[in-house]
């Protein structure tokens, strides 16, 4: 069950309904059923392993809080640690590590066949996990207390607009609303509707329209040409960000509606002017998830090496990060360019400085937006596509063919959902850019009932006209 | 040592560290206030206060501080 299903909205509509009409008592039972029938909807695997690992992290939790001496606290704490990873690497990584293994003894002259091709990928595991290792560090530094009450904690982990791809949320922050109560509040319900209305615009119309071309290109690009390649290299950026924001704006307007605050993701990431930047702007939630629990860590014990300290604890973050996303060497690679790029940036700021001081700023500024989105567009190839020798043929080929036909590099789009792609992405960004300099929807807000009104069905209306509703799962359900 | 000798000191290096002689520090100063003090130069100025200082901080502590003026009582704490 996906946010843009029929069956979700019938989902979403009536734990909305039911939730405003029963007692405040009842209304997170109400939301942790409605989470249960949602995971237990795509498979009652995932919900098993979902609420036993709820289960053990809540337990974990006490369990550390209740020790007095820090040698036993540290020992629950890693003894927990440790199970949660487990059940990481058993469900995603078994495969790839059985793998290498099998690869490298063979290397060495021995004779050892993999025999896992695959173990199922649970829903939303990537994402719980983190959670619940959040959880156990924030508990184990003292900075949060122990969950006491299981019901609350379920509703933390499984909460059913979160659950499949994030945003990772802390428990400081999730918690306690949990136990808030929740009244009708028709400000936070309308600005809900709208960000749903946002991130289906995102996915429907810019997302799903630019999925089928930009797949059929990154799944054969021996069939393609150069221009071609390049188009898809460009464009791939721009729909991966509508397809993930459009998945935030959706999971953090369906919250709102049931009075939750959910953590941002994104904040106009492609106008970071270097990858250090971009990585403060693109999945905030995982990024700063990185940063706060292996980042900091890492670098605060090399503390003494000076620069390299730091150098060796960004490597090692930003390939963590990449692996992340997948069990394959294309996404450690992916995370090892961002690490790399971002010592790079480390080492020649003092040389930034100096140009943005010769250079007019905003020329200067311009440069770098490009070329920041550039790195990106290039480093997601390692992401996108499977097979690393069809990553290096497209780096290879990109610039043959220069010269190419409008008809050719418009990958077998027709030119009226060009133009519907390119408006749509133009309006995405106009909007940011609004919305981040003036307060539109409080303006809009003061608008008579009218104009109000026009605006919205204008918006249904061009969702459902030029919307592609073809089942087109989000990019990041993957992981 | 006084808080504000401290604080002082702790002033003078953020200055080396970020090499922006311009620097001015309050008790209720935060990353927020200083632009390149990021995540980065973070590592670079702990160690650089505890070679300064001749202290050590664990994570835990370094996690906890909110502000400068925070960072500077567990200085004079730990230099007591």
């Given at each position: ?10 989902l ?15 209304r ?38 209740k ?29 790839f ?34 959670q619940s ?41 999730f ?11 028709y400000?936070?319900?309308?600005y ?16 799903n ?22 188009v898809a ?102 995370g090892a ?27 200067f ?32 080929h ?44 409080g ?20 969702i ?14 993957q992981f | ?7 002082e ?54 996690m906890k ?14 230099t007591?």
């Amino acid at each position: 069950m996906i946010f843009n299903s029929w069956e979700f909205a019938f989902l979403f509509i009536l734990i909305t309904g039911i939730f405003y009409l029963i007692v405040p008592q009842l209304r997170k039972w109400l939301l942790l059923t409605g989470s249960i029938i949602f995971i237990g909807f795509n498979h009652w695997g995932y919900l098993a392993l979902a609420v036993s690992t709820a289960i053990i992290t809540f337990s974990s939790g006490i369990w550390i809080d209740k020790q007095n001496s820090d040698k036993t606290r540290q020992r629950i704490f890693t003894i927990s640690l440790i199970a949660h990873l487990t059940i990481l690497v058993f469900f995603k990584y078994f495969g790839f590590l059985e793998a290498n293994l099998s690869l490298f003894i063979k290397t060495i002259g021995g004779n050892w066949n993999s025999s896992i091709t695959k173990i199922f990928l649970p829903l939303g595991i990537s994402f719980y996990i983190f959670q619940s290792i959040s959880y156990l560090i924030e508990v184990y530094w003292e900075e949060q207390e122990a969950e006491k009450n299981l019901g609350d904690f379920l509703l933390y982990m499984l909460f059913f607009m979160k659950f499949l791809s994030g945003p990772i949320e802390r428990p400081g922050d999730f918690l306690p609303q949990v136990k808030e109560k929740k009244a009708f509040d028709y400000d936070k319900v309308s600005y809900g509707l709208r960000l749903i209305a946002i991130g289906l615009f995102k996915k429907l119309i810019i997302s799903n329209q630019l999925a089928t071309p930009l797949n059929d290109v990154f799944a054969s690009v021996q069939d393609y040409s150069g221009a071609q390649l390049c188009v898809a290299t460009l464009f791939y950026p721009i729909q991966l960000y509508a397809d993930f924001s459009g998945y935030t704006d959706i999971a953090i307007g369906g919250a709102a509606i049931l009075g939750y605050r959910l953590s941002p993701n994104f904040n106009r990431p492609f106008i970071a002017q270097s990858i250090t930047d971009f990585w403060r702007r693109w999945h905030m939630s995982l990024s700063f998830w990185v940063k706060d629990y292996i980042y900091e860590p890492l670098a605060f014990r090399k503390r003494n090496w000076g620069t390299w300290g730091i150098v060796y604890a960004l490597l090692i973050t930003f390939i963590l990060l990449g692996l992340w996303h997948g069990d394959s060497w294309n996404f450690i690679i992916y995370g090892a360019i961002q690490g790399g790029v971002i010592i790079y940036e480390m080492s020649r700021s003092k040389w930034c400085t100096k140009w943005n001081k010769y250079l007019s700023g905003k020329w200067f500024k311009t440069y770098n937006i490009i070329r920041t989105y550039l790195i990106f567009a290039v480093s997601l190839l390692f992401f996108k596509i499977e097979k690393f020798a069809d990553v290096i043929y497209v780096i290879n080929h990109i610039f043959d063919g220069i010269g190419s036909t409008y008809k050719e590099i418009s990958l077998g789009v027709r030119d009226h959902n060009i133009i519907v792609i390119s408006l749509a992405t133009s309006l995405m960004f106009l909007y940011e850019y609004t919305d981040s300099k003036w307060d539109i929807w409080g303006k809009f807000e003061q608008k008579s009932i009218l104009i109000r009104w026009s605006v919205y069905y204008l918006i249904i209306f061009i969702i459902f006209s030029c919307g592609d509703f073809g089942a087109s799962d989000f990019i990041y359900l993957q992981f | 040592m006084e808080l504000s000798q401290v604080l002082e000191e702790v002033n003078s290096i953020f200055c080396k560290v970020l090499n922006k002689p311009t620097i001015i520090l309050t008790e209720s100063s935060t990353a927020d206030d200083v632009d390149e003090w990021d995540s980065l130069n973070n590592i670079r100025l702990i160690a650089e206060v505890e070679q300064h200082f001749k202290v050590k901080f664990k994570l835990r502590e370094i996690m906890k501080l909110k502000n400068v003026g925070e960072l500077c009582t567990n200085i004079q704490k730990k230099t007591a």
